[in-house]
């Protein structure tokens, strides 16, 4: 089973800076675009970065482009870095993994399967 596990989340003051990490764990090897979403009380979840299974052409929302930074450390981790946060950058944050993941069986054969994974959430408070 692929996992997804988000951290770093917390209570940070506005301008600030927070860094998010996740980690992806329960394959073999995979080829994912890997994503942070994000949604707030009573608003719909929103992409706020996603980049490619070998880490280039980041994109961003335009709402957090310029102050956020996606990073693909490897194949398995992908951080988010967080400065000049605003109130309105609380929400809670997803990680998730889009793309090819390769399962090993008992007697070494491997099975690929596409697979969407979400994480289950960090959140993040921007307050005074």
């Known amino acids: 089973q692929v996992q997804l596990v988000e951290s770093g989340g917390g209570l940070v003051q506005p301008g600030g800076s927070l860094r998010l990490s996740c980690a992806a764990s329960?394959?073999?090897?995979?080829?994912?675009?890997m994503s942070w979403y994000r949604q707030a009380p009573g608003k719909e979840r929103e992409l706020v970065a996603k980049?490619?299974?070998?880490?280039?052409?980041p994109n961003y929302a335009d709402s957090v482009k310029g102050r956020f930074a996606i990073s693909r450390e490897d194949a398995d981790t992908v951080s988010l870095e967080m400065s000049s946060l605003k109130t309105e950058d609380t929400a809670t944050y997803y990680c998730?993994?889009?793309?090819?993941?390769?399962?090993?069986?008992?007697?070494?054969?491997?099975?690929?399967?596409?697979?969407?994974?979400w994480g289950q959430g960090t959140l993040v408070t921007v307050s005074s």
């Open positions: 998730t993994a889009d793309g090819v993941f390769s399962f090993s069986d008992q007697g070494g054969a491997v099975r690929r399967k596409q697979l969407e994974v």
């Open positions: 329960g394959f073999t090897s995979s080829i994912a675009e």
């Open positions: 980049t490619r299974s070998d880490g280039t052409n």
